[in-house]
């Protein structure tokens, strides 16, 4: 069962109301969904999406007792504003996005997100469509295999994993690849050598980042001003974009390093409510080890 991440704190940050419209483009469990449903009522209105079809099953059992006060839908985040608009789901008051994958898609032996049991190379969070991680392993060339585990993984002496991985082809399964990785990569302290490796897969196969950062500004243009959007990300690769965009939408200086020149006609649409990003207290991570590396960066919308 997933447990859900900084849920007092994204509650506190999106501050719900009755009538309040609020949307949650990574409802997987129905976790933040629930709570904004709870604390809106009792006429708020949730809109929960997800690529993944379990999640949205799970999600409407969960959140049947809400009845027509939510609306789930199957869909990549990066859709979600076209589809919002499509529904006339605009001008809302609270975007909840808790970034990567939930316990319950780490649970399943049949999803291949983890390395800790057998089952298909796929990672796929929608599993109807795209390409597995196992035909991307087994199409890919060296070179960007080697970029991938770079790009997306951060993987040490990413060449030599790859070119095991290569010579290892074809790969149906996850502990045949771990097992290749024990073989040649070292742990980072307690870290298994797979985990990065598998992030990496997962992040390409999904194409996590591409998504993220093209979703954020049509996610922020379909908040009411004073309307706010929260994000959770779960390492540095998501936070960067978070960070970027949302001091993009913030600020009227030139982002790069030195320069802060004044961006000409630029009017920022938002204002940070947090400079730092909140991050789970002590009492949480004990509770929950997944809640460690969690950071949560809320933005309001002004104009
Ligand atoms: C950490 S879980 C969310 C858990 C949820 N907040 C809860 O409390 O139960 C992340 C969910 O986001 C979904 N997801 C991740 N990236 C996505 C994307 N780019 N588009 C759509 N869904 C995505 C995953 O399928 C997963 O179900």
Known sequence: MHITVLLDEVITSLKPCAGGRYLDVTVGGGGHSEGLLAESGPNGVVLGTDADASAIARSTER????????????VWMDQVPALAHQLG???????????GLSSNQLADDKRGFSFMREGPLDMRFDASQGVSAADL????????????????????????????IWKARPLTTTVQLRDVLSG????????HPATQVFQALRIAVNEELRRLSDSLPGLVDLLSPGGRLAVISFHSLEDRIV?????????????????????????PTCVLVNRKPIEPSEAEVAGNPRARSAKLRVIERIL
């Open 89 to 99: 789901f605009v001008s809302l008051d609270g975007i909840v996005a808790d970034l």
């Open 137 to 164: 392993i087994n199409q890919s060339d060296t070179e960007s295999l080697v970029e991938l585990l770079q790009k997306y993984g951060e993987v040490d002496r990413a060449r030599r994993v790859a070119e095991a």
């Open 63 to 74: 959140l049947a007792a809400f009845g027509s006060r939510v609306i789930l839908r199957q």
């Open 184 to 191: 040649i990569a070292k742990s980072r302290g307690r870290i």
């Open 243 to 267: 960070k970027r965009a949302f001091r993009d939408m913030s600020t009227a200086e030139d982002d790069q390093p030195g320069f802060g020149q004044p961006k000409v006609g630029y009017k």
